[in-house]
């Protein structure tokens, strides 16, 4: 979680995501925009190219457990602007989609794991998760936002690994 504008979204795109082996995980990008239960549904049918469409009227952890099994990875579903959760649906979706995460999260053989985006003002709100999920607040990142020394240096670094000559005037700009 961190303010508007901290690179929440750049951190699990350019940073995570690539860094997941795809030997190993299937990371599936989710906004929660429409139904959110839907949306991880669909996501992953398209990201894996899989045309069951029995597979995707199954709920939430069932369609998750027989996902998983057949591609014999870890799925890491990345809800980004979680805040759009809390914004777009009313109390009784909100309440059937953390019992349905709940259900994954307790699920015998589910390896699934998720991440949440989420801007620091709607941070508190995840306390709507902690009676199904108590563990929803074990694992948290702050993001702060970066100094300028680190701004250029989140430039130039990584340029460097690919051995792209940044000018010097272009690491100055402000």
Do not use: W
């Not at 979680?1 to 990008?29: C, N, Q, W």
């Amino acid at each position: 979680h961190g303010e508007s504008g901290t690179g929440k979204t750049s951190l699990i795109r350019a940073g995570l995501m690539p860094r997941l082996s795809p030997d190993v995980f299937v990371p599936v990008y989710v906004r929660v925009l429409s139904d959110p239960l839907r949306e991880i549904t669909r996501e992953l049918l398209r990201q894996l190219n899989l045309q069951d469409a029995n597979l995707a009227d199954l709920p939430l952890a069932e369609f998750l457990t027989a996902v998983t099994e057949r591609v014999s990875k870890t799925v890491i579903i990345v809800f980004d602007q979680f805040e759009e959760f809390f914004l777009r649906f009313d109390e009784d979706v909100r309440r059937r989609a953390i019992a349905e995460l709940a259900a994954c999260l307790t699920a015998a053989r589910l390896d699934v794991k998720f991440l949440i985006a989420i801007r620091s003002d709607y941070f508190a709100q995840l306390a709507e998760f902690e009676d199904a999920l108590p563990q929803i607040f074990t694992h948290q990142i702050h993001l702060e936002r970066l100094t300028e020394a680190q701004a250029v240096e989140a430039v130039i670094k990584p340029a460097e690994r690919l051995g792209i000559q940044v000018d010097e005037p272009m690491a100055q700009i402000k």
